[in-house]
């Protein structure tokens, strides 16, 4: 069976690669017909100044031929990669341009000429901006803030070398993820009000969800899981503290800036206890040392916690004031 099948499979490669070839000729006799240098650099021609094909020079080699482009190319792939262009010059700096079209987050780019006859030298690349956009949907339905989401370690300048030493363990947590979670757990940043504590918390979620090291994050500002927490509609409640418990990595921000009852001791009790014994990771918030939070959480959740992730420091000045 096979051998009757593999002659048609043949036959049909022959007469596409033929089909192409003719084509790809009388593309070349029509340019001739209006006296196109076919040797000429294609950049040096008429034949990309209309738009959109003018975007197509950016993506093809400077020393390319107008015969190396026809022969190399098909009019459809010009077309396709030129439209495509077209929402690569429309696209926002963190993308998003493609979102919902055939291709979402690729780009067309020039590749080296290929064997095949008929085989576009156009290929479709992964695109940079798109992964960005990707990640900052991601982080914006996960609750966190508008103004932080495109923060990340770069964006973070110490003036202490303390705070550089904090930053370097965020980095390390990142690089050593599973390693650092299997022996120390999550991170609590500690320090002033405007410190940088929610900003290397932003950043570090953002890198791990960059290399794919947490299937989902969750960000809670304390004061607003616990109002989630007390809403009457049992969809909310059991919403929040579904992303609170089960979440893949768990922001937990300004823990303690709440009002301290029995009630909020036991809900985020209920919440850390849970991730403390699925050793699921949680990086947390505080302008005070944990062991000084035990009046609003309770001793035994801040036993937990402390167990549950590394003291990091920040002493630095509030970075939301103008520099004196």
């Known amino acids: 069976m096979e051998d009757d099948v593999k002659p048609i499979a043949e036959a049909l490669t022959d007469a596409i690669l033929e089909t192409s070839r003719r084509r ?26 209309k738009k959109p094909m003018q975007l197509l020079r950016a993506c093809l080699p400077d020393r390319l031929t107008v015969r190396e ?41 020039w590749t080296a000429v ?4 008929g085989t576009s030298g156009m290929q479709w690349s992964d695109c940079q901006r798109w992964r960005m956009y990707v990640i900052d949907q991601t982080m914006l339905r996960s609750g966190f803030p508008d103004r932080l989401v495109p923060k990340g370690f770069d964006d973070f300048a110490p003036e202490d070398p303390r705070d550089a030493q904090t930053l370097q363990h965020c980095r390390m947590f990142v690089e050593h993820f ?4 299997a022996n120390e757990g999550g991170i609590a940043l500690h320090g002033g009000v405007g410190a940088g504590k929610t900003h290397l918390a932003v950043a570090t979620a953002r890198e791990l969800l960059a290399r794919k090291l947490v299937r989902s994050v969750r960000f809670w500002d304390c004061t607003e899981l616990l109002a989630c927490l007390r809403n009457e509609a049992d969809d ?11 979440a893949g990595l768990l922001v937990l921000d300004d823990v303690g800036s709440h009002k301290t009852t029995d009630w ?6 209920m919440v850390i206890n849970h991730r403390w014994r699925k050793q699921l990771p949680m990086i947390v918030t505080s302008n005070d040392a944990l062991e000084a939070s035990a009046a609003s959480l309770g001793e035994r959740t801040v036993s937990r916690l402390m167990d549950a992730t590394v003291y990091l420091p920040l002493v630095g000045r509030d970075r939301r004031l103008p520099a004196r």
């Open 264 to 269: 909020v001791r036991e809900q985020l009790g």
């Open 236 to 246: 909310v409640r059991v919403k929040a503290l579904h992303h609170a418990r089960s």
């Open 114 to 117: 290929r064997p095949t006859v």
């Open 69 to 109: 482009l026809i022969e190399h190319t098909t009019e459809q792939g010009l077309r396709d990669a030129a439209s495509r262009l077209e929402q690569c010059a429309r696209c926002p700096k963190r993308g998003g341009a493609c979102a919902g079209a055939d291709r979402e987050g690729r780009r067309p780019e």
């Open 178 to 181: 599973y390693h650092v979670l």
């Open 24 to 49: 790809h000729q009388a593309r070349l006799r029509r340019l001739k017909e209006n006296h196109v240098d076919l040797a000429a650099p294609v950049g040096s021609t008429s034949l990309l100044s």
